[in-house]
C-alpha cells in the first residue's frame, strides 16, 4: 500500500509540475500579445528574468487558486444566479492581481480589465491540461466511473448478494502466448491470479510469501473454423453448426456469409436460437458488449448483430458509444491515446520496413487508424461498459476486446508489438479486478479467448500467386500474368494439360472449359481456403470435379503450400487429399490420418463435423502447416492467422476462478466452442445466475 501511495503521489505532483510550465508559458505569450500586460522593469530585462518572474507568478496564482477558490464557491453559493458569470471573472482577476503583487521580482504590471482577460486564458488552459493529463491516470479514470454508476445504481431496484459473473473476451490470444506473457513479467494481473511471481508493489504481503492462485488456466481446442464467428457463437448460443468459416459461398440463396458484416451476423444468431431453442448465455439479466452476438443479453452495446436493426433505440449497437463519449473527460482521454496509437504504429511499420523485417505485410493507408480504434476507442468504451454493469450490479457479462487480434494479424502474434498491446490489456484487467471491490455485488471475473494465432508469411509472399489465382490455373482459366510467370502457375497449367492429354501447350494459349460455365468462387479465412462452383446447386463430389476440371484437385493436393484437401466423395463420403495421391475417407482418419498426421490430435473429428455442415464448400483446403515452429501460411494478408487448423490458431484459453468447478476432469479435453457453452452454462448456475430454459437440450442440462 505504501508503494500505490507514493505512486499516487509521484503522479499527482507530475502533473501540478505540467500544469506550472504550461501556465508559465501561457503568461508569457500573453505578456507578449497584450499591451497592457508586462512581466518586465521599463528598462527592460534579460530573457532569464522575465522567464523567473512567470513562473513565479504563474505559481503564486496556481497557489492562490487552490487555497482560496473553493472558499469563494463557497460563498458564490449565496449571490444571485445571474451575477455569478460576472462575480468568477473578477475574482479570478483579482487573485492575479494578488499573485503579481506578492512576486518578488516586483517588475510585473497589469490593468485591472486586463488582469480579468489574463486570469480567464490561464485557468482554461491550466484545467485543460490538468484535465488532459488526469484521464490518463487510472485511479482518476476510475473513480470517474464509479461516481457515475453509483447514481445509477442508486436509481435501480435493490441488488441481489449472489455472486455475478464477467466474461472478458481477449480476442485471439493463445494459450502459450497468454503463458509466454505470464512468464515474461508483461501481465502481472494474470500472474498473480495464478500464483506466479507477484507484481513489483504490494504483491507480496508481510511475510514475504507469494500469492495463492485465485484462478486456474486450462487450455481448449477449437473447431476447425478457428475464429470468432465460429467460436463465439458457440460459446454464447450454444450451437455454431453449419459455420465452416469466417466467410462462405451459400449455393441456395448465391449470397457470401461473412462474420463480421451486421446482416449475417443477425442471420447466424437467428439460426442459432432456432437450432438450440435457446436465447443464449446471457438471457436473464445479462449484458453483451462489443460482441458479434448477443448472447440472448438484455442489455447490449457495440453489439454486430443488433447493428442492422434500425426501429428501437434501444438496440442501436452504437448506442454504448453515445453514451461513453457524452463526458467529456472519456472523450479526452480516448482521444490522447488514439493519437498516441497512430502515431505508435507508423513508428513501429515504420521501423520494421527499415530493417527488413520478415514476414511482413504493409501497413499503410487508413490501417493505423483501425489499429487505433482497435486497441483503444474499442477498448475504452467496452471497459467502460463493463464497469457500469458490474457496479449496477448485472448477473452476467459478456464483453470482447480485440485489440491483441488487430495487432497481431499486421505484427505478427509474437513481438514488441503485441507485448505492449497485452500489457495494456492486463491493466484492464487490473482495473475491472478494482471496480469488483467496490460493486454492490461480488463478482467472479473468468477470463478467456476465442482462438490463438499462428504465425508465418503469406501463401503470396512465398509463391508469388494467390489461392485464387492456383485455383484459375487449376481449371485452366486466365490468371493474371505475374501469377502465370510462377513456379506454381507454370506447374498448375502442366498439370492441366497433361489431364486434358495436351502434353504441349499450344501457341502460349491458355485452355478454357468447353461450356458456359460460371467461374469458381474463392474465399479465404485466414489459411483456410474455401472452393465453391456457384452455377452446381448442390455441393459438387470429387468426381464430379474430376469430371469438370480434371487437373484442379491434383493440382492444389500437390502444392507445397496446401496441407489437405476435403471433398465430399459419392463412394465414401468424404475424403482428404494430400500430396503424392493420398486420400484417406473420413471413416478411417483415425487409424490413418494421413495429412492430417501433422495438425495433431482432435483434427480428424474437427474434419468430419464440418463435412456434415449443409454450407460445407466444394473444396476446403487448409494451407501447409510446420509442427515444428508452428507456422502456416494464410490465404489472407496477415502474418498472424487463424481460421483453419495447424499452431497456435487452434489453442485458446480459458482461465476461470477457483471458487468455479473445474471445466473439465483430468482426463477429458476441452473441445470445441459448444462445449465452453456448457461449461459456462454450468458456472453461472453454480453463482445461481441465468437459470437454463425448459427447453435445453439434455446433454447442455448435464453438464
Not at 397 to 408: G, R, T, W
Not at 461 to 483: E, I, K, N, Q, S
Request: aromatic share 6%; net charge positive; glycine share 10%.
Amino acid at each position: 500500500m505504501r508503494g500505490v501511495r507514493w505512486r499516487r503521489a509521484a503522479s499527482q505532483i507530475g502533473r501540478s509540475i505540467a500544469v506550472w510550465g504550461v501556465s508559465t508559458l501561457t503568461m508569457l505569450v500573453l505578456a507578449g500579445i497584450l499591451p497592457d500586460f508586462r512581466l518586465q522593469s521599463p528598462d527592460g530585462d534579460s530573457a532569464t528574468t522575465i522567464a523567473r518572474t512567470a513562473a513565479v507568478g504563474a505559481g503564486v496564482f496556481g497557489l492562490l487558486s487552490a487555497l482560496f477558490w473553493p472558499l469563494l464557491v463557497r460563498l458564490l453559493l449565496l449571490v444571485p444566479a445571474l451575477v455569478i458569470g460576472l462575480l468568477v471573472f473578477f475574482l479570478n482577476g483579482s487573485l492575479l492581481l494578488l499573485a503579481l503583487r506578492l512576486n518578488p521580482s516586483g517588475q510585473s504590471e497589469v490593468a485591472p480589465e486586463t488582469a480579468v482577460i489574463v486570469a480567464a486564458v490561464m485557468s482554461a488552459v491550466a484545467s485543460a491540461t490538468g484535465g488532459a493529463l488526469a484521464v490518463r491516470d487510472d485511479d482518476a479514470y476510475r473513480r470517474r466511473l464509479y461516481r457515475l454508476a453509483d447514481r445509477r445504481r442508486r436509481r435501480g431496484p435493490a441488488c441481489p448478494t449472489t455472486p455475478g459473473t464477467v466474461f472478458l473476451q481477449l480476442d485471439g490470444v493463445g494459450h502459450d502466448v497468454l503463458s509466454l506473457a505470464v512468464r515474461k513479467g508483461l501481465m502481472p494481473t494474470v500472474a498473480r491470479w495464478l500464483g506466479g511471481p507477484p507484481e513489483p508493489e504490494g504483491g507480496q504481503d508481510r511475510a514475504g510469501e507469494v500469492p495463492r492462485p485465485s484462478h486456474r488456466l486450462t487450455s481448449w481446442r477449437t473447431d476447425w473454423s478457428s475464429q470468432t464467428g465460429a467460436s463465439q457463437l458457440g460459446i454464447l448460443h450454444g450451437s455454431n453448426h453449419d459455420v465452416p468459416a469466417f466467410r462462405w459461398y451459400e449455393k441456395d440463396t448465391g449470397e457470401v456469409m461473412v462474420c463480421n458484416r451486421p446482416t449475417s451476423a443477425a442471420e447466424l444468431q437467428r439460426r442459432a436460437v432456432e437450432h438450440t431453442g435457446d436465447g443464449g448465455l446471457l438471457s436473464a439479466d445479462g449484458a453483451s458488449r462489443g460482441n458479434l452476438f448477443s448472447g440472448g443479453a438484455d442489455e447490449q452495446a457495440l453489439v454486430l448483430s443488433i447493428a442492422a436493426r434500425r426501429r428501437s433505440r434501444e438496440t442501436r449497437s452504437r448506442a454504448g458509444y453515445f453514451a461513453y463519449f457524452s463526458d467529456p473527460a472519456n472523450a479526452v482521454r480516448t482521444a490522447l491515446s488514439f493519437v498516441a496509437e497512430v502515431v505508435r504504429e507508423i513508428f513501429q511499420s515504420t521501423r520494421a520496413r527499415l530493417r527488413r523485417e520478415r514476414p511482413r505485410v504493409g501497413r499503410g493507408g487508413l490501417y493505423p487508424f483501425v489499429r487505433a480504434f482497435a486497441t483503444v476507442v474499442e477498448r475504452d468504451v467496452v471497459v467502460a461498459a463493463v464497469t457500469g454493469d458490474m457496479l449496477a450490479g448485472r448477473t452476467a457479462v459478456y464483453a470482447d476486446l480485440v485489440a491483441y487480434d488487430e495487432v497481431a494479424h499486421h505484427s505478427g502474434p509474437l513481438g514488441r508489438d503485441t507485448e505492449q498491446v497485452l500489457g495494456r490489456l492486463d491493466r484492464a484487467l487490473s482495473l475491472l479486478e478494482n471496480v469488483a471491490e467496490h460493486a454492490p455485488r461480488p463478482y467472479r471475473i473468468v477470463v478467456l479467448s476465442d482462438h490463438g494465432q499462428s504465425p508465418g508469411e503469406t501463401f503470396r509472399t512465398r509463391y508469388g500467386l494467390t489461392l485464387g489465382d492456383l485455383v484459375r490455373a487449376g481449371c485452366g482459366l486466365p490468371v493474371p500474368r505475374r501469377a502465370e510467370r510462377t513456379h506454381s502457375g507454370a506447374e498448375a497449367r502442366a498439370a492441366v494439360r497433361a489431364a486434358l492429354r495436351r502434353p504441349v501447350e499450344e501457341g502460349g494459349g491458355r485452355h478454357r472449359p468447353s461450356g458456359r460455365r460460371s467461374e469458381p468462387v474463392v474465399l479465404a479465412s485466414g489459411n483456410l481456403g474455401l472452393i465453391s462452383f456457384p452455377d452446381v446447386p448442390h455441393r459438387m463430389s470429387r468426381e464430379e470435379i474430376d469430371a469438370r476440371h480434371p487437373g484442379l484437385l491434383t493440382t492444389l493436393a500437390n502444392h507445397p503450400g496446401i496441407g489437405f484437401l476435403l471433398v465430399r466423395s459419392e463412394d465414401h463420403g468424404g475424403v482428404v487429399l494430400g500430396a503424392h495421391g493420398a486420400e484417406i475417407p473420413l471413416d478411417r482418419l483415425d487409424r490413418t490420418p494421413g495429412p492430417l498426421a501433422a495438425f495433431g490430435p482432435g483434427a480428424a473429428d474437427a474434419v468430419r463435423r464440418t463435412h456434415s455442415f449443409p454450407h460445407t464448400a466444394d473444396i476446403m483446403v487448409n494451407s501447409f502447416h510446420d509442427p515444428a515452429d508452428g507456422e502456416v501460411l494464410a490465404f489472407e494478408e496477415q502474418i498472424g492467422s487463424h481460421g483453419g487448423l495447424g499452431g497456435a490458431q487452434s489453442r485458446p484459453f480459458l482461465l476461470s476462478p477457483l471458487a468455479l468447478s473445474a471445466p473439465v476432469e483430468d482426463h477429458e479435453e476441452l473441445a470445441g466452442a459448444e462445449h465452453v457453452h456448457r461449461v459456462l452454462r454450468r458456472w453461472l448456475r453454480e453463482s445461481d445466475g441465468p437459470q437454463i430454459p425448459l427447453g435445453t437440450a439434455p446433454e447442455e442440462r448435464a453438464a
